[in-house]
């Protein structure tokens, strides 16, 4: 499990654009949380919950989106949110 504790750092990691996570087992929400910051972010592999895929849906560079553990990620979801990337996994 990727916790706040293991990535404190992450949400100053202001240049990134590419970020595979597809092989931790589970990222807390907090850590999702700090990848706001992260404005460049173009590509994202990451396991996540529904409330991540929330956070995840708002980085405003994302243009591919590669994501597990949300069962078939809830076109509900993916109607509220405010932008969505060009690729979704």
Not at 25 to 52: F, P, S, Y
Not at 74 to 89: C, M, V, Y
Request: aromatic share 4%; charged share 20%.
């Amino acid at each position: 499990m990727l916790t706040t504790d293991s990535l404190t750092a992450l949400g100053l990691l202001f240049e990134l654009e590419w970020l595979c996570l597809a092989g931790v087992a589970g990222v807390e929400d907090q850590v999702l949380e700090r990848l706001t910051n992260c404005k460049r972010l173009k590509m994202l592999d990451i396991k996540v919950t529904e409330i991540g895929l929330i956070i995840v849906l708002e980085l405003p560079a994302l243009s591919q989106l590669d994501v597990q553990g949300v069962p078939a990620y809830s076109t509900q979801i993916l109607e509220h949110a405010k932008r969505i990337p060009k690729t979704i996994l």
